[in-house]
């Protein structure tokens, strides 16, 4: 254990423990999403009490936990990700009905949000097992706070998470972001993002804050016209990397025309990628999207100008 956190542990058991933490109870633990010392007196609490951790990745939780002093026994790790959680769920009942405190992790943040954790949660409520959670970062709050985008009048705010990769569903997603008046909160790889940007350009002077690297020693905050996004990227190639926390705010007085305007804009874009993936270069198998695809994304065809079949990128 590193002796920075030494004290944290000590603290952690004196000012936790008078709580009561039941038996047979699934506890959502929240982690933290870059920065160590982001880690709260209860979660180390509960993850040092826990019978059973659950996580997404054994190998990194086991490492998280070591740095805070935490050891468990190999028995005592369950892997539960996206791709096994339905299977998994039913060995975290098993472990509940035995009486047990499972805390669950995810990688980083709160779980249940983007990461693994809500079939799991929904299918603990579902046999009438408790399921606590434990406050911790998440890196969609942590944007929220910095970015002075979100009041009450404002009906909240819209999560995205992150955007379908391409196709039709990519081109729906954007319409709808581009009507959408609320702010609104996006999670983007680093592989990816700067298709993101592009499409987000079409925004125009629509206020957007850029979060990379939340927590970290490199962080960086950044607000701008949307406009703008591309070219702040490519201002620096170490601003390629790391992962991606994006806040559209919301649009002040946004009027009906002005909605539509976005509407048009966002079109050509996208419209732009399509014909780009229609070059010659482009040989089958091509990703292609018929009439039928496009309107499932709530897009007449006829308005982007294609008729038929076209390639979407």
Not at 197 to 222: I, M, N
Request: with cysteine; glycine share 6%.
């Amino acid at each position: 254990m590193s002796a920075s956190f030494e004290p944290a542990l000590a603290a952690a058991h004196a000012a936790a423990a008078m709580q009561d933490y039941p038996l047979a109870t699934l506890y959502m633990v929240g982690t933290p999403i870059g920065n160590l010392a982001d880690i709260s007196l209860r979660a180390l609490h509960v993850l040092s009490l826990a019978d059973t951790i659950a996580c997404e990745d054994t190998r990194h939780s086991q490492s998280l936990l070591r740095a805070y002093g935490i050891d468990k026994r190999a028995d005592q790790w369950l892997a539960v990700h996206q791709h096994n959680e339905v299977q998994a769920s039913d060995q975290v009942l098993a472990l509940l009905r035995q009486g047990q405190r499972v805390a669950y992790v995810s990688d980083a943040g709160t779980p249940g949000i983007s990461d693994p954790g809500a079939r799991l949660a929904r299918a603990v409520t579902a046999q009438s097992l408790r399921v606590l959670p434990i406050p911790g970062a998440s890196s969609v709050t942590t944007l929220l706070s910095a970015c002075g985008s979100t009041h009450a009048q404002d009906a909240g705010f819209v999560f995205w998470g992150f955007l379908p990769a391409k196709g039709a569903e990519r081109l729906g997603a954007m319409q709808a972001l581009a009507l959408e008046n609320r702010t609104q909160v996006l999670l983007e790889s680093p592989h990816r993002v700067t298709a993101l940007a592009q499409d987000l350009s079409s925004l125009g002077e629509r206020p957007l804050t850029v979060g990379r690297e939340l927590t970290k020693q490199f962080e960086e905050v950044a607000t701008m016209p949307a406009h703008q996004f591309p070219a702040w990227l490519a201002h620096s190639p170490q601003r390629l990397r790391g992962e991606f926390t994006l806040v559209v705010h919301h649009a002040v007085h946004q009027a009906d025309e002005m909605a539509q305007a976005r509407h048009c804009k966002c079109s050509k874009v996208i419209k732009k990628r399509i014909w780009i993936d229609r070059a010659p270069t482009k040989t089958p198998p091509q990703r292609v999207a018929n009439v039928e695809m496009v309107r499932l994304a709530g897009i007449e065809p006829t308005t982007l100008g294609f008729g038929g079949q076209y390639s979407i990128h």
